[in-house]
């Protein structure tokens, strides 16, 4: 017999509509599937064997995180095949900042209502995260709660695995004065800041300058520029790994320059940052300028342009370039690692 119930439904809880969901998100998941995969959707867990050859003592590293209020913007401009890219990047990102590699990913998903064909476009997002993060979606779950948010509303957040061999983690206790610093240019605001920029554009009330096309954005929307998925650096970072002596890797979250660099420098160290190297998207300029925000206060909620720090030996910089820029990043030298109590210095 079917699972349903027409009591639950009442209640505001569609069964049906789950089993539709993951009906429609199974070709999406199967773009995936990475050599490890052990089981498909539907069961307690998800499996996954992960190939430990040549490793003398793997680590696993995992990491959890949302997308913040950039839903919000996905929810007013009913695009949703994008935001799982930033719940995938926020996480798988954050674990490469130790070296490790992705190996598998989860999601869970809360709904006022399901509607099967948002959900399955939500999971499209990410499964093209985890594509191009090289991990594979193995599980997750969607939780409709009605009454504890809007039939409209939604939230998404992420964990994520990886593996690194225990010599490899990058050792910030390694790094040197007169090292450099370099930046990984962002797409754009990635998932921080957001309850900032609601408050800068009047998102809450949907205003309708957000759907303008702007000369300062070259045209695009607002709206559409806010949205822009968080990149992934992943495939960037353990191709330099292999190359290049990494001694640190800082992403560009929530709380920008001053919050995240700081994470991979040593006591006794600090990153001196050329404000002016900084390549700052129009965004970031936008939302100072319309909000009229300190650059202090910029610099300390945005990425400002920068997703993801690295600290190498100056003698390799030039070939670290070289390397990024190769793997399809506009990577430049913003700065070096000098003796200072202060861990960032702009």
């Known amino acids: 017999m079917k699972s349903f119930s027409e009591s639950y439904r009442s209640a505001g809880v569609d069964i049906t509509a789950g089993y539709k969901s993951v009906e429609l998100m199974k070709g999406s998941i199967a773009r995936t599937n990475v050599p490890g995969v052990v089981s498909g959707i539907g069961g307690f867990g998800g499996l996954f064997a992960p190939d430990l050859t040549g490793m003398k003592e793997p680590v696993l590293v995992s990491g959890t995180d949302g997308c913040g209020t950039k839903v919000k913007m996905a929810i007013l401009m009913d695009r949703h095949d994008t935001i799982g890219i930033d719940a995938v990047a926020m996480c798988v990102n954050d674990i490469i900042c130790c070296g490790a590699k992705p190996l598998f990913f989860l999601d869970y998903i809360a709904c006022g209502r399901n509607v099967p064909e948002k959900i399955a476009a939500i999971v499209s997002g990410v499964a093209e995260g985890c594509v191009q993060s090289g991990c594979a979606l193995i599980g997750g779950e969607t939780a409709e709660h009605p009454g504890m948010m809007p039939v409209e509303d939604y939230d998404l957040a992420g964990f994520a695995v990886g593996v690194v061999d225990k010599e490899k983690i990058i050792d910030s206790a390694r790094m040197r004065p007169g090292d450099a610093v370099i930046a990984l240019a962002s797409s754009g605001i990635h998932s ?23 000369d300062d954005l070259g045209g695009k929307t607002i709206a559409e520029t806010l949205l822009t998925p968080t990149k992934i650096y992943v495939r960037s970072i353990l191709a330099l790994m292999e190359q290049v002596d990494v001694k640190g890797v800082s992403h560009i979250t929530g709380g920008g320059f001053y919050e995240n660099i700081p994470r991979s420098i040593p006591d006794g160290l600090g990153a001196r940052i050329d404000k002016s190297a900084v390549r700052v998207l129009p965004i970031f300029d936008l939302i100072a300028r319309t909000g009229n925000i300190p650059e202090r206060d910029m610099f300390n909620t945005f990425n400002m342009g920068v997703g993801m720090s690295v600290v190498v030996p100056a003698a390799q910089a030039d070939w670290a370039l070289e390397v990024l820029r190769a793997n399809g990043e506009d990577a430049y030298v913003i700065g070096e690692i000098v003796e200072s109590e202060d861990k960032v210095i702009l």
């Open 192 to 214: 921080n800041g957001f309850s900032l920029c609601r408050k800068v554009f009047d998102i809450d009330n949907n205003n309708p300058a957000l759907y303008v096309p702007c």
